[in-house]
């Protein structure tokens, strides 16, 4: 609105600059990318895990929530990077190019013991 009143005033449009009148409101606020217990709780309790994806869609979400996993490092996660006997998940992470390790929680390999083999759950 201000850039538009400068516009009106500069071209004759309007008689008075009330650019002035209108505030300065920040643009650069970030989403808060977090979710509580009870929207992660409810995501989770929405995933049909009756079926093949259904259980791979349930196990992402967990390592997300749980693990704080990022989206890429779980797109390129495959069943070699997760290490059941040591009970560990070993990613070198996309985005910095860093390895890590993340505990295999109990959730996390419930949910993988119900995905078929074939389906490389991720």
């Keep these: 609105m201000k850039t538009f009143f400068r516009y009106a005033y500069k071209y004759g449009l309007i008689d008075q600059d009330i ?25 989770l309790s929405s995933i049909n895990r009756s079926t093949s ?3 791979r869609d349930y196990c992402i979400i967990l390592m997300a929530t749980k693990l704080g ?3 890429c490092d779980l797109i390129s996660l495959t069943l070699a990077d997760i290490n059941r006997s040591g009970g560990v998940i070993r990613i070198v992470q996309q985005k910095t190019d860093v ?3 993340f505990p295999l929680l109990d959730e996390i390999v419930n949910g993988l013991s119900s995905v078929p083999a074939p389906m490389n759950i991720l």
Excluded: H, L, Q
């Design 19 to 43: 650019s002035c009148w209108v505030p300065i409101v920040s643009r650069n606020k970030p989403i808060p990318t977090v979710y509580t217990v009870e929207e992660t709780d409810k995501i």
């Design 99 to 101: 390895p890590v390790e």
């Design 53 to 55: 994806s259904g259980k």
């Design 69 to 71: 996993m990022r989206a």
